[in-house]
């Protein structure tokens, strides 16, 4: 049986004019996890905000009680140098770091936002790194990119080294408000086929009309921004979601 239904709305869609409330009523509005968009400008032509903002709203939110539990944080982390925010980020209150497998193979070693070197990175040193650090990893893949570049790493015999969660795209990342790409499914259900444990999430134009489609190739994380945020009764939405998960189980 797939993992239980997490339930992760994109706080992107969110009052920015009062974010800490728009965090807690979200949890409190049945939501399991709050997923926080980070973009550099570089990886995807958008900006959003950094550490300290996620420093600021951590208050507001419970600290998950368990692994991958209520109140996680899950920073998607769309940005080109992944390595050098780690740390920052964990300061911050981030409870699962989820970088790109793009930005992994093409970025370096650095350890700090200020530091340079020529040392690259890789997926699978920067999942450890990240456990090393005490937050759960996760790795993302864009609409574009094959899910076969994943096998290497989820099948590594370093259990540190393997990610919690994989994030297929289903919008090409950057902006929010995208039409949900449905032709990237399949990515979902090889994965579901071949890792049946695995917590596999999905993110873009996902909402009560799609989500449906998505459970059904075996996503059990599901991200949603204006669907929820959007929406008159925000509760009612996220049990909707919810149940869609549930009953393909």
């Not at 959003?48 to 420093?55: D, E, I, N, Q, R």
């Not at 936002?113 to 890789?122: G, I, L, V």
């Amino acid at each position: 049986m797939p993992p239980p239904a997490i339930i992760a709305p994109s706080i992107l869609s969110a009052d920015f004019a009062a974010l800490g409330k728009a965090c807690a009523d979200t949890i409190d509005n049945g939501a399991s996890w709050l997923h926080i968009d980070i973009m550099d400008g570089h990886f995807v032509p958008n900006m959003t905000f950094g550490a300290p903002v996620v420093t600021k709203i951590r208050p507001h939110v419970e600290r998950p009680k368990a692994s991958l539990g209520k109140g996680t944080f899950d920073c998607h982390m769309m940005i080109a140098e992944p390595k050098k925010w780690v740390k920052d980020f964990q300061k911050a209150g981030c409870d699962l770091y989820c970088f790109h497998y793009e930005a992994a193979i093409s970025s370096t070693a650095a350890e700090n936002p200020a530091d340079q070197t020529d040392k690259k990175t890789n997926p699978k040193e920067l999942i450890q790194y990240i456990h090393d650090h005490g937050m759960l990893a996760g790795i993302a893949i864009k609409p574009d990119t094959p899910v076969d570049v994943l096998w290497d790493i989820m099948d590594t015999n370093t259990k540190s080294e393997r990610p919690d969660m994989v994030l297929v795209m289903t919008v090409h990342p950057g902006f929010g408000g995208q039409k949900f790409m449905a032709s990237k499914l399949p990515k979902v259900k090889a994965l579901r086929e071949r890792y049946p444990d695995l917590n596999i999430e999905v993110d873009g134009g996902l909402s009560e009309d799609t989500v449906d489609q998505a459970a059904e190739a075996g996503a059990n994380v599901i991200v949603a921004g204006s669907a929820v945020f959007g929406a008159k009764d925000p509760a009612d939405v996220i049990s909707k979601l919810r149940e869609a998960v549930e009953k393909r189980r």
